[in-house]
T-cell receptor, first 113, second 117 residues
Framework: DQQVKQNSPSLSVQEGRISILNCDYT??????FLWYKKYPAEGPTFLIS?????DKNEDGRFTVFLNKSAKHLSLHIVPSQPGDSAVYFC????????????FGKGTLLTVNP | GAVVSQHPSRVICKSGTSVKIECRSL??????MFWYRQFPKKSLMLMAT?????????EQGVEKDKFLINHASLTLSTLTVTSAHPEDSSFYIC?????????????FGPGTRLTVL
């Protein structure tokens, strides 16, 4: 029973364009959402997060949008750069916690020069 | 940023043997460490949470007698897969946090690929 779903296993975009990575969740008790980025042979690194009291959080080129009614969040990267090519994991938790994260399967983003 | 290492990166063992995986925080003291498992085409699943000097808390469905976790120091946690079987073949990844407060960021290791023949 997948509580956090990333339905696109891969995404390919051109350098300079926008990358949109999507994530859906089923558990309405989740109130904190995170995105992690993972390069090959490295562990996931924290990218950006959002609390359920917000609908948008921005950090430089990265913006996360949360639509609670649709149980959907998305990560926008603009402009996309070749160095952004990695696997992106969506994760969710309860109580604003960074612990007990429930992860999606990840989406492989490839940014072509 | 905070660096977490894991050793070994890959291990192949025979069925019935035990395998130990080490997780080290290299440049910070980790009060809390986590162990995850990822099966092929599945997501990362939390196995257990451990605080330095105390027993690990295991997630539902994870056998504590099979997956022994030791967090003896603030920079080292070990996961021992006892009497490994082919179904234990998986990607094991650890993470570490500075404090035991749940708002702390987790820093992940690169993972260990375990193959049990």
């Amino acid at each position: 029973d997948q509580q956090v779903k990333q339905n696109s296993p891969s995404l390919s975009v051109q350098e300079g364009r926008i990358s949109i990575l999507n994530c859906d969740y089923t558990n309405s008790m989740f109130d904190y959402f995170l995105w992690y980025k993972k390069y090959p042979a490295e562990g996931p690194t924290f990218l950006i997060s959002i609390s359920s009291i917000k609908d948008k959080n921005e950090d430089g080129r990265f913006t996360v949008f949360l639509n609670k009614s649709a149980k959907h969040l998305s990560l926008h990267i603009v402009p996309s750069q070749p160095g952004d090519s990695a696997v992106y994991f969506c994760a969710a938790s309860f109580g604003g916690s960074n612990y007990k994260l429930t992860f999606g399967k990840g989406t492989l983003l490839t940014v072509n020069p | 940023g905070a660096v977490v290492s894991q050793h070994p990166s890959r291990v192949i063992c025979k069925s019935g043997t035990s395998v130990k995986i080490e997780c080290r925080s290299l440049d910070f003291q980790a009060t809390t460490m986590f162990w995850y498992r990822q099966f092929p085409k599945k997501s990362l699943m939390l196995m257990a949470t451990s605080n330095e000097g105390s027993k690990a808390t295991y997630e539902q469905g994870v056998e504590k007698d099979k997956f022994l976790i030791n967090h003896a120091s603030l920079t080292l946690s070990t996961l021992t897969v006892t009497s490994a079987h082919p179904e234990d073949s998986s990607f094991y990844i650890c993470s570490a946090s500075l404090t035991k407060y749940s708002t702390d960021t987790q820093y992940f290791g690169p993972g260990t690929r375990l193959t049990v023949l």
